[in-house]
Nanobody, 119 residues
Framework: VQLQASGGGSVLVGGSRRLSCAAS????VAWFRQAPGKEREFVAG????????HYSDSVRGRFTISRDNAKNTVDLQMSSLNPDDTAVYYC?????????????????WGQGTQVTVSS
C-alpha cells in the first residue's frame, strides 16, 4: 500500500496545521514524527477496529486524529503549535485493529511531510 501524506509547511508559534494521509481500508493508521537528530516517535493513531484514538503525551489536547471516509484520508489537526513540534511527519499503516507506539509494528509508510514552527 502506497501512502501519501500532505499538508506540511511553515506555521507560526500558536498556529494550526492540518495534515492528511490518503489511506483507506481495514487498517489502523498512525502519525509519527522525526525531528533532526532524534528518533522517530509516535504522535497519534486511530484504530480501524473500534475507531479509538491514541495520542502521545506531548500532543494530547492539541492534536486530533480523525478519519474522513468520504475522502479516504486520515487527518491530523494540529493546534497550539510550538517549535518542539517541528519535524518531518509520517503516516503509517498497521494491518489489523490495534495500534502500537512502536514504529516497527507498521507495515507501510508515507514519504513524510515537513512541518516547521517558528516565532
Amino acid at each position: 500500500v502506497q501512502l501519501q501524506a500532505s499538508g506540511g509547511g511553515s506555521v507560526l508559534v500558536g498556529g494550526s496545521r492540518r495534515l492528511s494521509c490518503a489511506a483507506s481500508g481495514r487498517i489502523s493508521v498512525a502519525w509519527f514524527r522525526q525531528a533532526p537528530g532524534k528518533e522517530r516517535e509516535f504522535v497519534a493513531g486511530i484504530s480501524w477496529r473500534d475507531g479509538s484514538t491514541h495520542y502521545s503525551d506531548s500532543v494530547r489536547g492539541r492534536f486530533t486524529i480523525s478519519r474522513d471516509n468520504a475522502k479516504n484520508t486520515v487527518d491530523l489537526q494540529m493546534s497550539s503549535l510550538n517549535p518542539d513540534d517541528t519535524a518531518v511527519y509520517y503516516c503509517a499503516i498497521r494491518y489489523g485493529g490495534t495500534l502500537s507506539p512502536r514504529k516497527d509494528q507498521y507495515q507501510s509508510w508515507g514519504q513524510g511531510t515537513q512541518v516547521t514552527v517558528s516565532s
